[in-house]
Each structure stands twice: as C-alpha cells, then as structure tokens.
C-alpha cells in the first residue's frame, strides 16, 4: 500500500521495506518470542517523488539514519504490538519528509541602528565608569 504524505507526493511499495525485530522493553514472556520491533527502510537517495533540495534537507534532519547507499531508516519499538509500531514508523517517516518538504526562509543580513549602537556604547561606557569606581579609596 502506497504511503501518502502530501496532495503531490505519495511514495511507493518498492521504495519501503519492513523487518521486524524483537524488541526491548516491556512485553513479558512475550518479548523473547515475538518479533514487534519495525525497522522501516526508505529508499530516499533513489526515490523519483521526491526533489533534489527536499533530499537534502530530508538528509540533514536524518543524520545518523541517514546510510551510506542514500537509505533513511526508522525504527518503532514503542508498543507491544506489530501493527501499532508499523504505524509509529510510518508516521514518524512523513513527519521527517514533511519537515523536509518546508522551506527555510532565507535571511537578510540586517545592519544595527544607529540608536542601538550608541545605547550600546553608553551602556559599556556606563559599565566601565562603575568598575572604575570600585579602586580603592584615598585616606588623605
């Protein structure tokens, strides 16, 4: 089943893969018998869906995810049961792409006023006069 994230992008089957896992944590007896844990692998680097700066970004907010073969990997091991930590994957995934699919806003470079930069100066003037003020007092 297609994972959708947007109006414009949904990824395909052959861009995800599943393993499960067994997980820490709590479960019981469970815990050493049933695989729960999801590792779920996006082939981010080969994806056609998704734009080249959107890449980019995906890769930075990844970091160690992120593999050498252009892969995102996410882990879910949260809930006792399969299906529940599959969605916690999936869903964990979009937000990833979503926050990658954001612009940043480019910033421009602003100079201080003039009012500020002379504040500034009386400030450390103001500053300097106090500390001066702490020498030592004159007997005489």
Not at 12 to 37: I, M
Not at 107 to 135: D, F, H, M, N, V
């Amino acid at each position: 089943m297609p994972l959708r994230i947007n109006d414009r992008i949904t990824l395909e089957d052959w861009e995800l893969t599943e393993q499960f896992t067994r997980a820490s944590g709590p479960g019981g007896q469970n815990v050493n018998k049933v695989s729960t844990a999801v590792e779920l692998r996006f082939e981010a680097e080969r994806s056609p869906h998704l734009p080249g700066d959107v890449k980019a970004r995906l890769r930075r907010i990844a970091g160690r995810k992120w593999t050498k073969d252009g892969a995102l990997i996410v882990t879910a091991e949260k809930h006792r049961s399969q299906a529940m930590n599959r969605e916690e994957a999936e869903r964990k995934l979009v937000d990833m792409i979503r926050a990658a699919l954001v612009k940043p806003k480019r910033r421009i470079p602003t100079k201080p006023t003039r009012a500020s930069q002379r504040r500034r100066i009386e400030a450390k003037k103001a500053t300097g006069q106090k500390k001066a003020l702490r020498g030592k007092v004159d007997p005489s």
